[in-house]
């Protein structure tokens, strides 16, 4: 602890003598200054013991010291020390009682002892102090270091707790919670996670500090990590404002917690280079050759039903990219999955279990940045292909690119292959290139009905509805069959093509429902 006026008038060498104020001995002095100012208050910074002699002060006059004692106290000067024997043999009636009214510590120094005795007397006790808290910083540092290594982060944070005597909780790179210490914070550092979101969104290194859940605590949030991103953050909750050596602790935790983030953003990018080999592998058609190379390190993911998911983006997508990468990724830990995540310039590629959290938080993730896009935000679309294993990886693949297409072409985030195949084909006919295409192979028929000379683009219509019955299309129609036998054949003169060509009657038949004029 600091030095307190008590401290002082304990001290034996310094015979101080207790005049008023004697329920306020229990403050921090911050240093002891000697001034014989009639207003030193323009010099003072608060936490001051003010020696004086009153060699410039009429100390009998009551209203006098009324003045100065209480804009003494106004400045946050913590006590008075008064030395008797130089200008007055004892402390003036008048001091004492202006002191005792505002509840001024108001001390006695003998003549013998000096000024200067006391202000070292305040000086080694601050030095003591600070070493005693580097000395505990230290300390702090080591058990952390020791419990980082043997324990990992989460034997960490159970030493940062109890070095702040509060709780500690770590949160992964999408604000999520991965650890606490003591398990009874769980709840406490969920309900942060809106304050870790905004402290993301600066430039790393950031901190702020927020009051805890209804005001429980105080609470030090801290980003983790040396790029631009943050990877992760640290929330660390007291009773009140961390002293020196826990705030060593913090320190110490930070730059620790930094350096296992920085290793482990290592490890991940040479565990991308091999899941990038893995993933070539598997899309050639060699599961055997992946499996060989994955070893252990992807687990069962290459072995029970996966999902591919394809996501693609402009030139400066990056970032929503990665922001996609790390849901996958921090999905898949915390409910103990594994996924395998590729970048490939500006596309990304991720293999996940079907039916695993990974999968949904992307799908969750897509879904919620559609709801806030906007018309003209084209920075993320993904497909999704069906379930499948590794033998049919490259299957898998061609089906998240179908998807992914489709996705583009909708304005949509995210289109899911099966969805795909359980609607209708028609919704994928919303192409500028398949109108343009329609539009042009029936202009000729248009032009015709212009005319006023008969009505072949509904008669077409109606014919390949009905799937070349003459009489049920006439019915449909209204004329006789073979007044629509003759519009068949001008259609056929008119287009060039034969109506028994099975294709002409298929690309007929979708450029009607791909034209909305009609």
């Keep these: 602890m600091p030095p307190t006026l008590a401290s002082l008038v304990h001290h ?48 009998e006059d009551r209203e006098a010291m009324r003045r100065y004692v209480r804009r003494l106290a106004g400045a946050g000067v913590v006590g008075l020390g008064f030395a008797v024997g130089v200008h007055y043999e004892d402390i003036p009636d008048a001091l004492v009682e202006a002191a005792r009214e505002e509840a001024l510590p108001l001390l006695e120094v003998p003549r013998r002892t000096p000024f200067l005795a006391i ?27 020791r419990q980082a290594l043997a324990e990992g982060p989460t034997g960490l944070l159970a030493a940062l707790a109890a070095q702040v005597d509060g709780w500690a909780a770590l949160y992964d790179a999408s604000g999520a919670v991965v ?27 950031a901190s702020s500090v927020v009051a805890g859940p209804e005001n429980e605590d105080r609470v030090e949030l801290h980003s983790l990590g040396t790029g631009r991103r943050p990877r992760a953050a640290l929330a660390v909750g007291t009773a009140a404002a961390p002293g020196t050596a826990e705030r060593y602790a913090v320190h110490s935790a930070i730059a620790l917690l930094t350096l296992t983030t920085e290793r482990s953003r290592s490890l991940h990018a040479a565990e991308q280079r091999i899941g990038a080999a893995v993933l070539r592998m598997l899309l050639a058609g060699e599961p055997d050759h992946a499996r060989a190379v994955a070893g252990d390190l992807y687990g069962d ?9 394809v996501a693609a983006g402009g030139e400066a997508s990056g970032e929503a990219l990665g922001a996609l990468a790390e849901v996958a990724e921090s999905a898949a830990a915390r409910s103990g999955e594994v996924v395998l995540a590729v970048p490939e310039g500006n596309r990304l590629v991720i293999l996940a279990c079907d039916g695993g959290a990974a999968v949904a938080a992307c799908c969750d993730h897509a879904a919620a940045r559609e709801a806030a896009r906007k018309a003209d935000d084209d920075e993320l679309v993904a497909g999704l292909s069906a379930p499948a294993g590794p033998i049919a990886a490259a299957a898998a693949y061609k089906q998240a690119e179908q998807a992914l ?8 985030v995210l289109v899911e292959h ?8 028609l919704p994928l006919l919303a192409d500028d290139a398949v109108r343009a295409f329609a539009d042009g192979l029936l202009r000729a028929l248009r032009e015709h009905d212009a005319t006023g000379r008969g009505d072949l683009v509904a008669s077409l219509r109606a014919w390949l509805s009905r799937h070349g019955q003459w009489d049920a299309a006439a019915a449909d129609l209204g004329v006789h069959r073979h007044t629509l036998r003759y519009r ?3 259609v056929e003169e008119i287009l060039g093509r034969s109506l028994d060509d099975p294709d002409t009657r298929m690309e007929l038949w979708l450029a009607l429902k791909a034209t909305t004029s009609d």
């Design 179 to 205: 650890a606490t210490a003591p398990e009874w914070a769980g709840r406490r550092a969920a309900r942060l996670t809106p304050d870790v979101t905004r402290l993301r969104e600066r430039p790393a290194p």
């Design 488 to 490: 068949m054949r001008r």
């Design 405 to 412: 297409s489709v996705a583009r072409r909708r304005g949509r």
């Design 119 to 145: 202000s070292k007397a305040v000086s080694a006790a601050i030095a003591a102090d600070q070493y005693r808290a580097v000395t505990a910083g230290f300390a702090a540092q080591r058990e952390l270091t």
């Design 418 to 425: 099966e969805h795909m195949a359980a609607g209708s084909v």
């Design 12 to 59: 034996s060498a310094l015979k101080l003598t207790v005049r008023a104020g004697e329920d306020r001995l229990d403050v921090p002095v911050r240093w002891a200054h000697a001034s014989e100012l009639a207003d030193p208050v323009p010099y003072m910074e608060g936490g001051e013991l003010l020696l004086i002699t009153a060699l410039k002060l009429d100390a």
């Design 301 to 309: 993911l290459l072995d029970a039903p996966f999902r591919i998911i």
